[in-house]
C-alpha cells in the first residue's frame, strides 16, 4: 500500500484530471459516496452490536438480485451532523450527505463560514445539496462547547442516551446534542497550520460534544505529512482515506487521531503512484511480497545446509549488560541463520557457557571487568573473516577509544553490518558517520528515538515531530539502511525508499527488544536478503512476535519480556 505526502497526493490528483480526464467532479463525487459508504457500514455496525445482529447485512440480496440500499434498522434515530469547510474538503462532505440522505439517515450540514464562500467544485456540491433540500447552519456563538460541560458530554455520549440530572437537560438543549454522529469535513490536505478560528473553536466543540466522530480524509488539525496534531485536531473514530494512504496517518499522534483508517479508491488508478515514481510503502504482504521481492514463506531448500543459511557474528555484550549479546544471537538462531558467533569479552564468556549450547562464541576481549578494550579491532577484524554478517553493539558498553575501535571495524570489514544501542552512540559522536567513509557492503543502523536524536545533533521531540522526514534524509544523505524505532518502525532506503510498520505491540517497550530485533535483522541478511529486505521484513516479523508473545501471555501484557518476543519468532 501507497503512502504519499499531501504534495503527493496533489500531483496525482492533477494528472488524474489533466492527463487521463477524468473530471475533478467525478474524483470529488467518488471521495464524498465513498465517506457516506462507511458512515453507514459504521452506522449499521453500531446497531447490530446494540441489537446483536450478525454483521454482513449491509447489502441486499433478494432474489438473486443484489443493491446497495442498506439495511440499517431503525434509521430514523440517525442524525448527523456535517462539518463543511470551505475548500474541496468539505465538498466530499456536500456530496456525502447525499447519499446519507438517500439511504434515510437524517443529516443536517454546518458551515465554518458563509457558504457563499465556497468556490469551484464545492459551490457546486453546496448548490447540489441545498437544491436535494438538505438542511444547513453557520457556525456561530452558539455552537460553541467549553470544557466544562465534558463531564456532562461523556455521560451522554453514544447513541442511545437517556438523559438524566439537571446539568445533563440544560446540556441536551445545546445544539450538538441533536446529532448522533459528525462527519469533519471542514479541513484535508490543503491545510497548513493550526486551525485558524473558526476552526479551532469547531474542531474543539465536536470533540468536546462527545458524538463519533467520521474524518474525511484527515482528521482536521492533522498535518497530513508528519503526524502532528494542531492543539486543536479532530479525535476521530474512523477517518475515511481517499484515495492514497497519507503519511501523517501511519505515523503517532496522528494515528490516535485518527482512529481506524479505511482507504477508499476514487478513481484515481493505482498505477499512478508507479509511474509517478512514489516510493514509499505500508510493510504488507503484499509489499513485502512484489514491491521487496522477498520470499516470505521463509521455506527452507530441501538439500540446505547450516552453510547454506549463513553466519552471523554478534559483537557486543559485557559484564554489565550480558543478556543483550546473548538475545541478540538467540534472535539470530531462530530467525533462521545456519550459524551464529558471539564475540564477547573473556570474563563474560566464563558465565555464558552453556546457556545457548547452539552458539559459538569467541574471547575476544581479557579486561578484567569483563569490559571491552580497544585493543582487540585487530583481533575482531581477523575473526570476522568466517562470517557472513556482522551486528555490532548490543550490551557492548563504551570504552576507551571506542571511536577508534569501531572506525577499523567499519572500515576493515567488508561484511554487511548492522550497527545497534551502543555501537550508535559511538557513531554519533564528533569522529562519526560524517567524517567516516561509505561501506561497500550494505550497512544497516537500528537506532530507537533518542539515539536518533544523537546521530542526528538535534532533540527526541525533533525526531517524532517528523519520522519519515528525518529517516528519508538520513539514510539518504549516509548511504545507510536506517530502521527508526518505536511504534509505527519506519525503514529507508539510501535510495530514498520508506516503508513503514504495522506490526506490534504495547508490550514490546522493554529493555531487550531492540537486541532482539538486531539479531532478527542479522539473521535474515545472513540467509541472503539485502539490508533493505532484511530491515522491512525484519521489523515486520519481530512485530508479529511480540503480538503472539502478547497473546500467550494470560497476565497484563506489561508483563511481557525481550526472551518472550524470541519464544514467538
Ligand atoms: N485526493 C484527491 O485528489 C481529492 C481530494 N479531494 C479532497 O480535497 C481535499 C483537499 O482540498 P483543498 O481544497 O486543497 O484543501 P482543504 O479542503 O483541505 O482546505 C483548504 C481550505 O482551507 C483553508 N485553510 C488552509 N489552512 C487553514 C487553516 N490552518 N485554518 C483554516 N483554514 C485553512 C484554505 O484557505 C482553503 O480555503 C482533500 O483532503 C480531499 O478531502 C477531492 O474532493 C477529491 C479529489
Ligand atoms: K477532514
Given at each position: ?195 485558524r478560528e473558526p476552526y479551532a473553536s469547531i474542531i474543539r466543540s465536536a470533540n468536546i460534544s462527545g458524538k463519533p466522530i467520521i474524518a474525511a480524509d484527515i482528521p482536521s488539525g492533522l498535518n497530513a505529512d508528519t503526524g502532528e496534531v494542531a492543539e486543536n485536531c ?12 497519507k503519511q501523517g496517518l501511519t505515523q503517532y499522534p496522528g494515528a490516535t487521531a485518527a482512529g481506524e483508517v479505511v482507504v477508499r479508491s476514487i478513481g484515481i488508478p493505482r498505477s499512478t503512484a508507479k509511474q509517478a515514481g512514489l516510493r514509499a510503502h505500508l510493510i ?58 558471539w564475540a564477547l569479552p573473556e570474563q563474560l564468556m566464563k558465565h555464558m557457557v552453556g546457556h545457548v549450547p547452539e552458539l559459538m562464541m569467541i574471547p575476544a576481549s581479557e579486561d578484567p571487568d569483563g569490559q571491552w578494550k580497544a585493543d582487540t579491532a585487530q583481533t ?190
Open positions: 500500500m501507497y503512502i504519499v505526502t499531501a504534495q503527493q497526493m496533489r500531483d496525482l490528483d492533477q494528472y488524474t484530471i489533466e492527463q487521463l480526464g477524468i473530471p475533478a467532479m467525478s474524483l470529488m463525487e467518488s471521495a464524498g459516496k465513498a465517506i457516506a459508504e462507511e458512515v453507514i457500514a459504521w452506522c449499521g455496525g453500531q446497531q447490530e452490536e446494540q441489537a446483536d445482529v450478525p454483521r454482513g447485512r449491509a447489502l441486499t440480496n433478494e432474489g438473486g438480485i443484489r443493491s446497495d440500499e442498506r439495511v440499517i434498522p431503525d434509521r430514523s434515530r440517525q442524525h448527523w451532523l456535517v462539518l463543511v469547510g470551505k475548500g474541496n474538503n468539505g465538498g466530499d462532505g456536500l456530496v456525502a450527505v447525499r447519499y446519507l440522505m438517500d439511504a434515510g439517515i437524517a443529516v443536517t450540514l454546518l458551515y465554518a463560514q458563509d457558504p457563499q464562500e465556497l468556490t469551484g467544485h464545492a459551490a457546486a456540491q453546496r448548490d447540489a445539496a441545498h437544491r436535494s433540500g438538505i438542511a444547513y447552519r453557520v457556525w456561530s456563538e452558539e455552537w460553541n462547547l467549553h470544557a466544562e460541560t465534558e463531564e456532562g458530554n461523556k455521560q451522554e455520549s453514544g447513541i442511545n442516551h437517556t438523559a438524566s440530572g439537571s446539568k445533563q437537560a440544560e446540556h441536551n438543549q445545546h445544539p450538538w446534542s441533536n446529532y448522533t454522529g459528525i462527519i469533519d469535513a471542514l479541513l484535508g490536505t490543503g491545510s497548513k497550520g493550526e486551525p479532530i479525535q476521530a473514530q474512523v477517518t475515511v482515506c481517499l484515495a492514497f494512504l504488507t504482504d503484499d509489499v513485502l511480497r512484489d514491491v521487496l521481492q522477498i520470499d516470505t514463506s521463509r521455506a527452507r531448500a530441501i538439500d540446505g545446509h547450516k552453510g547454506t543459511y549463513g553466519h552471523v557474528m554478534v559483537i557486543g555484550g559485557s559484564m554489565k549488560m550480558s543478556g543483550a549479546g546473548l538475545m541478540a544471537s538467540r534472535s539470530a538462531l531462530r530467525i533462521g541463520s545456519g550459524l551464529v558467533s575482531i577484524v581477523e575473526q570476522t573473516a568466517k562470517a557472513d554478517v556482522l551486528a555490532i553493539g548490543p550490551g557492548l558498553g563504551r570504552f576507551e577509544d571506542d571511536n577508534e575501535w569501531l572506525r577499523t571495524l567499519w572500515e576493515e570489514t567488508q561484511q554487511p553490518l548492522v550497527l545497534d544501542a551502543d555501537g550508535l552512540n559511538i557513531l554519533s559522536e564528533a569522529e562519526g558517520l560524517s567524517r567516516w567513509p561509505r561501506r561497500q557492503a550494505d550497512t544497516v543502523l537500528t537506532p530507537h528515538p533518542g539515539e536518533m536524536a544523537r546521530l542526528a545533533g538535534v532533540s527526541t521531540a525533533d525526531i517524532q515531530r517528523d519520522r519519515i522526514g528525518i529517516a528519508r534524509d538520513f539514510a539518504s544523505k549516509h548511504g545507510v539502511v536506517l530502521v527508526l524505532k518505536g511504534a509505527r518502525t519506519i525503514v529507508a532506503s539510501p535510495q530514498g525508499d520508506i516503508f513503514v510498520n504495522t506490526t506490534g505491540h504495547p508490550g514490546m517497550a522493554t529493555g531487550g527488544s531492540g537486541d532482539v530485533l538486531t539479531g532478527v535483522i542479522s539473521g535474515l541478511m545472513a540467509q541472503g536478503l539485502s539490508g533493505l529486505q532484511a530491515a522491512a521484513f525484519g521489523v515486520h516479523l519481530h512485530g508479529h512476535a511480540g503480538e503472539e508473545a502478547a497473546r500467550k501471555r494470560t497476565g497484563n501484557p506489561a508483563s511481557l519480556l525481550a526472551g518472550d518476543i524470541i519464544e514467538s519468532l
